[in-house]
Each structure stands twice: as C-alpha cells, then as structure tokens.
C-alpha cells in the first residue's frame, strides 16, 4: 500500500542551483501535504507544508507546488546550500477528527548538494 | 525552540524481553504520536493519543504494543514481548490540536537480538 511515493531515493545536486524533489499520492482525501527533512540520528525536521486547497506555498528558500489533477507534489529549493544535504520526506495527512492528524510518509529522497 | 524528548536514544533487548520506550512531548501539545522506521523502510504510523485514551491505531499495534501517559509530562510505548521484526527507530511526535504539523523527537533505536 503506497498511497505517498518517492520515485527518486536520491538527487545530487550543485550549490546555488535548484533542486527538485517529487512526490506522487494516490489518495485523494489528504488535506494537507508535508515535506520533512531528516539529518542521520535526528528525528524527522518540519520543513513546510501546503493545505490540499491550495497550489503553492513559499517560505524563504523553500516552495511546495500541488497539482491536484496529477495528485503530485514538488519541493523546490533555492539556491541550494551544502547544509540542505539531508533526506527528506513527502508526507500526507488526514484529519482523524478531534484534532488529531495522522501522517502517512514516503520513503524519502537523499539530497546531496555539492560544493 | 521547545522540542520533543526521547530516552532512551538506543535500546538493546533479547527477544521475549519487556521494554519501555519514553518520551516528553512539548508541553503545551494534547495529541501524541509513535511512528516507526525499520531500516530502509518507511516511517509508519503506529498509535495516536489524546485526552488519555488511544485516538487511532494502526495494524501494527497489536496487543504486544501499548501507550501510557503516567503523569503530565511522559508519553511512554510499551512492548510487551519484543520480537525480531520490532527491531527500528521508534519517534515520537507531538501537535497542539492547531495544525497538521507534528513534531518528532530523535528516536530511540530499539535492537532485539
């Protein structure tokens, strides 16, 4: 059951340039998409995330696109910096009621930036 | 930053052992999450907690599994009788009811030999 895939386990790419990390979903009842990024021996870091009524969200460097249609999303981050160099997680959430969300994830995309 | 706390980091158990993993969720959170990643896999949901009492479970937490809250600060899951395949890093997460954003502590890297 892969209702959040990754395609990519990893990205290499050079400092100050983009970098692009993809994310399918198959269900469309998530209401909110996450993007975490992970560090070896730390727990999952919150990045950014995007409401499933919106299309795109910025913070500083980093931007979620949704398409809806193609139930796809993207991370984009710019200029990349070798500190980016983590793993990062799709994730998807849906609201369980009561306040509580429950977060289904992808397996991850190793981002390598290069000096 | 407030953050969410696990102990221990790492956990070394034989099979068939009873083993307790804890964690303080940030202070002011009421929702409470255990999430596991068995090498090379996924982060899988396993249980939600809220106003003492399991919200949500997942397949994986079977009777083996349980959670407490003993006090206002610790968010305990127990494993009652470790086997094999509960070898991973376990997380724990945290969310104020506000929003869809959780946080996680660093894990506790459990080891059933």
């Known amino acids: 059951d892969q209702q959040v895939k990754q395609n990519s386990p990893s990205l290499s790419v050079q400092e100050g340039r983009i970098s692009i990390l993809n994310c399918d979903y198959t269900n469309s009842m998530f209401d909110y998409f996450l993007w975490y990024k992970k560090y070896p021996a730390e727990g999952p870091t919150f990045l950014i995330s995007?409401?499933?009524?919106?299309d795109k969200n910025e913070d500083g460097r980093f931007t979620v696109f949704l398409n809806k249609s193609a139930k796809h999303l993207s991370l984009h981050i710019v200029p990349s910096q070798p500190g980016d160099s983590a793993v990062y997680f799709c994730?998807?959430?849906?609201?369980?009621?009561?306040?509580?969300?429950?977060?289904?994830f992808g397996k991850g995309t190793k981002l390598s930036v290069i000096p | 930053e407030p953050e969410v706390t696990q102990t221990p980091s790492h956990q070394v158990t034989q099979m068939g052992q009873e083993v307790i993993l804890r964690c303080v969720p940030i202070s002011n959170h009421l929702y409470f999450y255990w999430y596991r990643q068995i090498l090379g896999q996924k982060v899988e949901f396993l249980v939600s907690?809220?106003?003492?009492?399991?919200?949500?479970k997942s397949e994986i937490f079977d009777d083996q599994f349980s959670v407490e809250r003993p006090d206002g600060s610790n968010f305990t899951l127990k494993i009652r009788s470790t086997k094999l395949e509960d070898s991973a890093m376990y997380f724990c997460?945290?969310?104020?009811?506000?929003?869809?954003?959780?946080?996680f502590g660093s894990g506790t890297q459990l080891s059933v030999l």
């Open positions: 907690f809220y106003n003492n009492e399991i919200s949500e």
């Open positions: 995007i409401s499933s009524i919106k």
């Open positions: 997460a945290s969310n104020n009811g506000l929003g869809e954003k959780l946080f």
């Open positions: 994730a998807a959430s849906q609201y369980s009621g009561a306040g509580s969300y429950q977060l289904t």
